[in-house]
């Protein structure tokens, strides 16, 4: 989560100095909001000034037969359009290099995306002001 190319709850654990299991057991305690997690993520960040950049992953799902969030969305990775749940995660990184999610997103669009979307068409990002 705090990685885009290391996502795991150890990296996460790491970058709060905390333990793993603590991370799995906060993950699966509550049912956090986007907003939980940015208020969370600015206390650990100097946000004086930030480099802030948006990360859509999709989660291959390539089995699932009737799962909700799941549609076809164009992949970076697979260079094709897939089936999978696509997550957009909002990053800071602080001038110490510290790189953290302040924000996510599922897209709840029933819109198959069968080819990349430009900056434009990804309007859908529509991420709430901060303070």
């Known amino acids: 989560m705090t990685e885009p190319n290391s996502i795991s709850c150890t990296q ?3 970058t709060y100095n905390i333990s793993h299991d603590s991370v799995n057991r ?3 305690r509550e049912d956090y909001t986007p907003h939980d997690l940015y208020q969370e993520a ?3 960040i100097d946000n004086n000034k930030l ?3 948006i990360d859509d992953t999709v989660l291959d799902k390539p089995y699932s037969q009737h799962m909700d969030l799941v549609s076809y969305f164009w992949s970076g990775k697979h260079h094709r359009s897939v089936k ?3 997550l957009i995660t909002l990053y800071a990184t602080d001038q110490n290099g510290q790189n953290i999610p ?3 997103r599922i897209s709840l669009y029933t819109t198959n995306f069968t080819e990349p979307l430009s900056y434009q068409d990804s309007a859908f990002l529509k991420l709430p002001k901060f303070p």
């Open 102 to 104: 302040i924000n996510f």
């Open 51 to 53: 480099i802030v950049s």
């Open 26 to 28: 906060f993950l699966e």
């Open 84 to 86: 999978g749940i696509n």
């Open 12 to 14: 996460l654990a790491e």
């Open 42 to 44: 600015i206390q650990h």
